[in-house]
């Protein structure tokens, strides 16, 4: 699964930069660097310690900004976080009865500002009881559970009957019009029979960067299309998978490899599930995947858009030649798709085996690896044995 890939890294540079003393307690051994400030530290509790405190606070106040920008909240979850908000004021209210400054009420305080869009005149908005609690949420990760967490439109299969006022779920792409014959595309040639291997490797992207956007890969569309071509090398590379456990387990490998990519080694082995739902979703039957591969092309479409407007810049134009290539590629898989629905719902319970097996090996990498921490932690490392005379002189 290239799982150890993930934690160890033995360049030169990394090895020296590890040998560097920490610059907050200037005791222990760095491990790590304050991506603002580029100041070395061994431990979370140097990282907030008082004398990168400033740092430390504005970085997790844009993190939140930047978390927030990049959510699509209803009108309950927006209602959440205005009563977590209030909440805190109340805390605050409580511990300040002695302060002779009046404040105003967060609701005034918030008044006429748009809670989607003017997140930092909402920040500026706070007390520094109330950022600094709101902090601590953010810290903690509690902040997550104000939110619904995100389901892509393959899991959710809605009857078009349901009026009721719940948030509606992603709607389903639509297939591209007009495609023509696969014979027309092809001519005289043979389809490689491996065309199926290398659109599973296509949709394990595909499904991975909607996750990762949490389903705003058409609104960033510069940059999810290039999660795209990082993780699927049939599409970038014109690699040819020729079974389906490599086109896959490669794929998996390559998130896992990938800091700007990576969200946990779970989350990269379950998006093979996601391909298996595609190919065919649990409750309808039905093959998703020319819908999955028009939204695809419709990614990549907008893409080279924004690519065209930088102007003539050389980048620009390498890009969108790229992205050109890509697209007609996946185009051929539309098309391909279409006609070959039947192939590609057999191949649903090949996927979903793979997953499994993937995710046995995961959970028990996990468990040696909870075993080992175990280990190390009672102080039973592995001890040198006594020297032994290896050779004796015999009188």
Excluded at 40 to 59: D, K, M, N, T
Excluded at 198 to 222: C, F, P, Q, S
Excluded at 282 to 294: N, R
């Amino acid at each position: 699964l290239g799982m150890a890939q993930v934690k160890v890294d033995t360049s030169e540079e990394t090895v020296t930069q590890a040998q560097e003393v920490c610059s907050i307690c200037l005791a222990q051994l760095s491990r790590y660097t304050c991506p603002r400030c580029n100041v070395r530290y061994c431990s979370v509790a140097c990282y907030r310690h008082e004398r990168h405190l400033q740092c430390s606070e504005s970085f997790y106040r844009d993190s939140v900004i930047t978390e927030l920008q990049q959510m699509k909240g209803n009108g309950e979850e927006r209602r959440h976080v205005m009563e977590t908000l209030m909440r805190m004021q109340e805390g605050d209210e409580d511990d300040d009865d002695q302060n002779e400054d009046h404040v105003a009420s967060l609701e005034e305080r918030l008044d006429g500002l748009d809670l989607d869009k003017d997140l930092d005149q909402v920040w500026q908005c706070l007390t520094l009881s109330e950022q600094q609690q709101f902090n601590q949420l953010v810290q903690s990760g509690h902040v997550g559970h104000l939110f619904s967490l995100y389901s892509p439109w393959w899991e959710t299969f809605t009857p078009v009957t349901d009026m009721t006022e719940k948030p509606s779920p992603p709607l389903k792409p639509s297939v591209l019009s007009d495609l023509p014959p696969l014979s027309s595309l092809v001519k005289d040639a043979k389809v490689s029979p491996s065309v199926h291997c290398n659109v599973l490797n296509a949709l394990y992207a595909y499904a991975y960067t909607v996750r990762l956007y949490n389903g705003d890969h058409l609104e960033l569309a510069m940059q999810a299309s290039q999660a795209v071509l990082d993780i699927s090398g049939a599409l970038s590379s014109n690699t040819v998978f020729c079974a389906t456990r490599d086109a896959l387990r490669v794929a998996v490998t390559t998130v896992q490899q990938r800091k700007d990519l990576f969200m946990s080694l779970e989350s990269s082995v379950s998006v093979m599930r996601d391909v298996a739902h595609l190919l065919c979703h649990t409750t309808s039957h039905l093959c998703q995947v020319p819908e999955a591969l028009s939204d695809l092309h419709q990614l990549l479409a907008r893409a080279k858009a924004a690519s065209k407007a930088e102007g003539k810049k050389s980048d620009a134009q390498d890009s969108v030649k790229q992205l050109h290539r890509v697209a007609k590629k996946v185009f051929f898989f539309v098309v391909w798709s279409s006609e070959h629905v039947e192939d590609l719902l057999s191949l649903s319970d090949v996927v979903l085996l793979e997953y499994e097996t993937s995710l046995k090996e995961l959970q028990s990498y996990l468990e040696t690896e909870q075993t080992v921490k175990a280990f190390r932690k009672t102080g039973k490392g592995c001890r040198h044995a006594a020297p032994q005379t290896l050779v004796e002189q015999l009188n």
